[in-house]
């Protein structure tokens, strides 16, 4: 393409592998084919030639550098280069492991695991966790190769350091991406925009622990002087599914439980009435505190559901008791005195934090300390921070989170395994895979790079699981004979609540694990069709009872499933999504995809609201929608046609 841009000044830094990344402000020369100010374009560099750059749209030049141009109108502003291939899959690392899949392809995980050496390389273990990925279809040229995937052409290193350095990772909304702040040390220093956020963070962690000891010890009692036993947390997606899988991993651990007796926490998040009656159902407003948890106060669903529990409260005991049994968490102060809850009584966090990967901030740390007291939180939190030190310092080839990454990488880009599956041998762990649903999907389901240019390969995986055994007895069917899925495993040595009957041959816990232990053999090996005649199977019958094998899965092994370790399966999670995204090299901390769903939904709302009040007819949609929204408007809604506030009837 013929534009060129004019430095202002002689850059002071040239590019180079050692420092891949420049900004140079700049005037663009008048060009009457300039693209869009918004556009990517991909620019070349000349190492001699350092006055000058030349812009290109869509250039596929080697060893060129691209960027994510956002001139002001008037065309000028500052480049942001950044010395890399265009995309992730030009590099020849890219190509080689494309290569490598090929042989690994023609290998069987029997073969694979009949070699101790291969195996015993390919585990880690880090503060009481181990991993052993020898069950995955790569041997150690394919770890080799991952690893120079990861160092040489996606800078892994380099985006680890951006992120925990506070840079603005999140480029699309202009935000560093730093919940590993929100467990730091107190004594640490991390910054966002010039400034140390972590007294900011410990400051919000103080106010917890003062507000939910005094709720839990009685000393902040509700608008009739009795005490806040139970806690409706309101809140969606981040705001709900994190803290949800915390509140269920603690629920059975002894020591948390012993803390929340006499307590309960309950989370609406569906704007469904359903979920409203539900969570209400055996509740008395009088000895319930609500905590409306929203980043942005503007979630439909939650400010609904929050207006639904405040009329709750209200028509109960009286406008007034809403300082006493409304509280908030969000980034958004302002709504959340709009709203009419007392600023006093919100706990803030920062943009900084995704929604998704909030749980550490006071959106978790708020409910959950509430239902088991800080000091359990506290080491919940400790936990992440452990997995967040062995993230940044421990060398790739011993580093559970980047090495789970690399192999999610391998499975889906090169082996073409779409999904995975998240397989706790857990029942504590039920809520773990819908978090891990929404902090992989909502991260990696990406298009585009984080330059804006389209993506041809895949990115991110189709997250689903359930806690074993209940799963083998539903979808391993498919797992095993159907279509391959690569598997995670996920076990605790020491159960939280060990049951063993007198004359049983193993305790319960025992029985589970004997599941975990054998499902990712029967994976890997199969069952070979000379094996069923050796067990004079039927030979109509042997097609059907055949196993492929060659399914690969991890394993993950906790020590036990304390606050401690939760946080660390947490941590280790939210790090793997992000190397996943950086290796792509997309943005894992955006979520645009959700956008235009909701706009249409107000679209929707607006023709509700219309035809409901003054029977205006269904206009603007297309046949489908008119038609279908107009046989939902005749139906009878259930409710008092005088449009008095109706709350569900329990
Ligand atoms: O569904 C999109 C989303 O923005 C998620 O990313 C977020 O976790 C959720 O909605 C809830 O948002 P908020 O906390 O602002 O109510």
């Known amino acids: 393409m013929n534009v060129f841009c004019a430095l202002k000044s002689p850059p002071t830094s040239i590019l180079s592998p050692q420092n891949p990344r420049i900004s140079l402000p700049f005037s663009l020369l008048p060009s009457p084919s300039w693209p869009n100010p918004r556009d990517t374009v991909a620019i070349g560099v000349s190492w001699e030639r350092n006055y000058g750059i030349a812009a290109y749209r869509d250039s596929k030049l080697p060893f060129f550098s691209f960027f994510r141009s956002s001139p002001t109108r008037n065309h000028r502003g500052r480049l942001q280069i950044v010395m890399s291939p265009v995309l992730i899959c030009d590099a020849v690392e890219w190509q080689d492991l494309k290569k490598h899949a090929e042989e690994i392809k023609r290998t069987h995980l029997r073969d694979l695991m009949g070699d101790v050496d291969r195996c015993k390389l390919m585990t880690a273990e880090y503060d009481g966790i181990i ?231 006071a959106v978790g740390v708020l409910p959950l300390s509430l239902q ?17 030190k062995h993230f940044y310092s421990a060398s790739f080839d011993k580093n559970i989170p980047v090495l789970l990454g690399l192999l999610s990488v391998w499975n889906v880009s090169f082996l073409g395994f779409p999904a995975r599956a998240i397989l706790p041998y857990s029942q504590a762990l039920e ?77 319960n816990h025992d029985e589970l694990m004997s599941n975990f232990f054998a499902q990712p053999d029967a994976l890997a090996y199969g069952k070979s069709p000379e094996q069923l005649q050796s067990e004079n199977v039927g030979s109509h019958l042997i097609p059907h009872k055949t196993f492929s094998g060659n399914r690969p899965s991890l394993s993950l092994l906790l020590p036990s499933l304390s606050a401690y370790n939760v946080g660390q399966l947490l941590a280790i999670y939210e790090h793997r999504i992000a190397v996943e995204g950086f290796i792509w090299d997309i943005n894992s901390f955006d979520q645009w995809g959700v956008e235009l769903g909701k706009s249409l939904a107000s679209q929707v709302r607006k023709q509700l609201n219309l035809s409901r009040t003054s029977g205006k007819p269904v206009e603007g949609f297309n046949f489908s929608t008119t038609s279908l929204l107009s046989i939902y408007l005749q139906a009878d809604t259930g409710l008092p046609p005088d449009n008095s506030t109706t709350l569900p009837k329990l």
Not at 477 to 506: A, M, N, T, W
């Open 372 to 388: 088991y007291g800080f000091p359990v939180i506290e080491k919940f939190l400790d936990g992440a921070r452990s997995i967040d």
């Open 131 to 361: 991993l052993d990925y020898s069950r995955q279809c790569a041997d150690q040229e394919t770890l080799e190769k991952l690893l120079k995937l990861a160092e040489q052409a996606a800078h892994l290193k380099e985006k680890i350091n951006r992120m925990y350095n506070g840079e603005h990772i999140n480029s699309t909304e202009d935000r560093s991406v730093l919940h590993i702040a929100l467990r730091a040390a107190r004594d640490s220093v991390i910054h966002s925009d010039g400034r140390n956020v972590v007294p900011d963070v410990w400051n919000v962690i103080e106010k917890i622990n003062n507000f939910s000891e005094r709720v839990r010890s009685g000393s902040w009692v509700g608008a009739t002087g009795k005490t806040l036993k139970d806690v409706v947390a309101v809140g969606i997606g981040g705001s709900f599914l994190g803290p949800l899988f915390v509140h269920t991993a603690l629920q059975t651990d002894p020591e948390a439980a012993e803390f929340a007796k006499g307590r309960q926490l309950r989370f609406l998040a569906n704007v469904d009435p359903v979920d409203v009656a539900r969570n209400i159902t055996g509740l008395n407003p009088e000895t319930t505190l609500v905590v409306v948890v929203s980043k942005t106060f503007t979630t439909a669903e939650t400010m609904l559901n929050a207006r639904t529990l405040r009329e709750w409260i209200s028509d109960a005991l009286g406008q007034q008791a809403i300082a006493k049994h409304m509280v908030a968490v969000s980034t958004n102060l302002k709504l959340v005195e709009e709203f009419g809850i007392d600023p006093n009584n919100a706990f803030a966090f920062w943009d900084w934090v995704g929604g998704r990967y909030s749980v550490c901030s």
């Open 431 to 507: 809520k773990f895979a819908p978090h891990i649903q929404q902090l992989s999907m909502e991260s990696n389901g990406k298009g585009v790079s984080i330059d804006g240019i389209p993506l041809p390969f895949e990115t991110g995986e189709i997250d689903f699981g359930e806690p074993g055994t209940n799963g083998q007895h539903s979808f391993y069917q498919l797992i095993h004979q159907g279509r391959v899925i690569p598997c995670d495993f996920i076990g605790v040595v020491k159960s939280q609540r060990p049951v063993y009957l007198k004359g049983e041959i193993v305790s």
